[in-house]
């Protein structure tokens, strides 16, 4: 089944202490995006990636670093985590194509408390 | 730089009544337009899409949209909500680009509640 996963689903933590949420997708897309989900706000994209070793910053970036060292995985890393990344992440994938889709396929979520 | 505004955050509807959401967005260019839905406690599904050719799309669950160009508007449409309808809906764009894979950009969320 194609889609895309991460881990963990739930997490609580607390300010400073580093976490990585893993994110995998099974379906050789080569953009991989994480956004968080905050109420009023939509969903704001921090980081992605057009291809294994190429990341870039996106709107929201403060706080996260990313990698890509094999295309199917893309995780986030919060190196010293504060209470403003409380938050629910989203992972995504799609493909650049052919054929050309730009249809986003997106994980379950990851819920992010830090204390 | 590109937004997407959707005017109603949070709308109420009795089961068998017509939905419509607003969705404006602003860039220049070349769109492809999306509304995903998001139910409780799930992760956001595409609903419909949008890339070039008839402005009128149908997507899942009855649902369809409009693009109109001249407005910047993609609304969300459906002519009978259930209660199962009851959801998050985001509207989100991006530039059109050939195999760029492509940002979203995403409105705030519009949540719906159908009561049966």
């Known amino acids: 089944e194609a889609q895309v996963t991460q881990n963990p689903r739930y997490l609580i933590t607390v300010t400073g202490k580093k976490l990585t949420v893993t994110c995998s997708q099974n379906m050789n897309h080569e953009y991989m995006s994480w956004y968080r989900q905050d109420p009023g706000l939509g969903l704001r994209q921090i980081y992605y990636?057009?291809?294994?070793?190429?990341?870039d910053k996106g709107d929201v970036p403060e706080g996260y670093k990313v990698s890509r060292k094999e295309k199917r995985n893309f995780p986030l890393i919060l190196e010293s985590p504060s209470p403003n990344q409380t938050s629910l992440y989203f992972c995504?994938?799609?493909?650049?194509?052919?054929?050309?889709?730009?249809?986003?396929?997106f994980g379950p979520g990851t819920r992010l408390t830090v204390l | 730089a590109q937004s997407v505004s959707q005017h109603n955050h949070h709308v109420i509807l009795s089961e068998a009544a017509s939905l419509e959401l607003g969705c404006n967005y602003s860039y220049g260019g070349t769109v492809n337009l999306f509304w995903y839905v998001q139910y409780p406690g799930q992760h956001l599904q595409l609903l419909l899409k949008y890339f070039s050719g008839d402005p009128l799309v149908k997507g899942i669950k009855g649902f369809e949209a409009e693009f109109i160009k001249s407005k910047f508007s993609f609304n969300l449409r459906k002519p009978s909500v259930q209660w199962s309808d009851t959801a998050e809906y985001f509207c989100a764009v991006n530039a059109a680009g050939s195999g760029t894979g492509g940002k979203l950009i995403f409105g705030q969320g519009t949540e719906l509640s159908v009561k049966p």
């Open positions: 990636s057009m291809n294994v070793e190429v990341t």
């Open positions: 995504a994938s799609s493909s650049r194509g052919p054929p050309v889709s730009n249809e986003q396929f």
